[in-house]
């Protein structure tokens, strides 16, 4: 079995700072890439950074410089420092997980910015 749980999501002010947390319990198999995906009304999921097992990562354009992403392989754990944040960050903060079964989704944390 396989779950994913996302924590640390909030309502902040323009400028300020979250830090999501994706914890995932798996038996059996690998881990491979892990990432954080951002969900909005009317818009379609996107990928706003992503980390595989080397540690290599990869940013939206619009968050690079702003946000880290992090992972802990000990743990199966990743992070998403999130700062100097504005409104249009607003949104469903989803993790995902890629194994050799598929993908794995969490059900989302909401990040809230207001102006």
């Known amino acids: 079995q396989v779950q994913v749980v996302e924590s640390g999501g909030g309502l902040v002010q323009a400028g300020g700072s979250l830090r999501l947390a994706c914890a995932v319990t798996v038996s059996g198999f690998r881990i491979d890439d892990m990432g954080w995906y951002r969900q909005t009304p009317g818009n379609q999921r996107e990928l706003v950074a992503g980390?595989?097992?080397?540690?290599?990562?990869y940013y939206l354009d619009a968050v690079k410089a702003r946000f880290t992403i992090s992972r802990n392989n000990d743990k199966n754990t990743i992070y998403l420092q999130m700062d100097s944040l504005k409104p249009e960050d607003t949104g469903l903060y989803l993790c995902?997980?890629?194994?050799?079964?598929?993908?794995?989704w969490g059900r989302g944390t909401q990040v809230t910015v207001s102006s």
């Open positions: 995902s997980i890629q194994t050799w079964r598929g993908a794995y």
């Open positions: 980390i595989n097992t080397g540690g290599n990562t």
